[in-house]
């Protein structure tokens, strides 16, 4: 999994608009979830959002719902996470992670994301200024 950042408007400012790309190589999105997490200085990892490419599933975490949205592209193999409204305390290190599919088991959750990623994707760091 391959994470990088891809801004929109310039600087990373306040209100402005960024746009984060998880690529994957040698597996399909199909059989897998695909989760954005970031963690800020000092804070716990947080499972910010979800996707699941085969059925369309998708969750948000409270904190993010209304400014951020997840997206894919399967002929890419990528999956995007728009955030919209940039706040200085969406500062942290954004990172993507796959877990595969299990039936009975909601990966596209709050649970899910905890317990059920698999592989994991380096960090990129997202910086917002005030």
């Known amino acids: 999994l391959r994470s990088s950042c891809r801004r929109w408007g310039g600087l990373v400012q306040a209100e402005g608009s960024l746009r984060l790309s998880c690529a994957a190589s040698g597996f399909t999105f199909d059989d897998y979830a695909i989760g954005w997490f970031r963690q800020a200085p000092g804070k716990e990892r947080e499972g910010v959002s979800c996707?699941?490419?085969?059925?369309?599933?998708?969750y948000y975490s409270d904190s993010v719902k209304g400014r951020f949205t997840i997206s894919s592209d399967k002929a890419k193999n990528t999956v995007y996470l728009q955030i919209h409204s940039l706040k200085p305390e969406d500062t942290a290190v954004y990172s993507c992670?796959?877990?595969?599919?299990?039936?009975?088991?909601?990966?596209?959750?709050?649970?899910?994301?905890?317990?059920?990623?698999?592989?994991w994707g380096k960090g990129t760091q997202v910086t917002v200024s005030s």
């Open positions: 992670a796959a877990g595969v599919k299990t039936p009975g088991f909601h990966l596209c959750s709050a649970y899910g994301l905890y317990y059920g990623m698999d592989y």
């Open positions: 996707i699941t490419s085969s059925d369309g599933d998708t």
